[in-house]
């Protein structure tokens, strides 16, 4: 993912990966919706793969929370067929998608000059 320049609230994505031997290759362009602080960041996407997602905070203590992400997309024509084989590979990407915007988020806490 790259934030745009001259468009700080417009990324761009791509995934590639490899499945049944195949490489395969998507990206898009996605708007990043103004936040709702400490509470919800979402986006959607502008061209490309059509995809929309939000992840929310929920309190959990004084310095943790719970994190949800919500995700959809529409399957590109050519995954179809295997979009059911595909399911648990997106879920691990995901996933792993969250565990490294949690250790950015736990760096960045630590970054930030105590008060």
Same mark, same amino acid.
């Not at 700080?8 to 395969?24: A, C, H, I, M």
């Given at each position: 993912?790259? &934030?745009l320049k001259d468009k700080p609230d417009v990324s761009r994505w791509?995934?590639?990966? /490899? @499945?049944?031997?195949?490489?395969? #290759?998507?990206?898009? $362009?996605? +708007? =990043?919706?103004?936040? %709702?602080?400490?509470?919800? %960041?979402?986006?959607?996407?502008? /061209?490309?793969?059509? =995809? +929309?997602?939000? @992840?929310?905070?929920?309190?959990?203590?004084?310095?943790?929370? +719970?994190? /949800?992400l919500t995700v959809s997309y529409e399957v590109p024509q050519v $995954? !179809?067929? &295997? !979009? *059911? !084989?595909?399911?648990?590979?997106?879920?691990? $990407?995901?996933l792993r998608g969250l565990d490294s915007f949690v250790t950015f988020? +736990? #760096?960045?806490? /630590?970054? &930030?000059?105590? *008060?």
């Amino acid at each position: 993912m790259k &934030v745009l320049k001259d468009k700080p609230d417009v990324s761009r994505w791509t995934l590639k990966y /490899e @499945v049944f031997g195949q490489d395969v #290759e998507f990206s898009w $362009l996605a +708007r =990043n919706m103004q936040p %709702i602080p400490n509470q919800k %960041i979402h986006w959607r996407s502008l /061209e490309g793969l059509p =995809n +929309r997602g939000a @992840v929310r905070f929920y309190p959990k203590g004084p310095s943790s929370c +719970r994190i /949800e992400l919500t995700v959809s997309y529409e399957v590109p024509q050519v $995954l !179809a067929p &295997v !979009a *059911s !084989a595909l399911k648990p590979f997106l879920e691990s $990407l995901l996933l792993r998608g969250l565990d490294s915007f949690v250790t950015f988020a +736990r #760096e960045y806490q /630590e970054s &930030v000059p105590k *008060s």
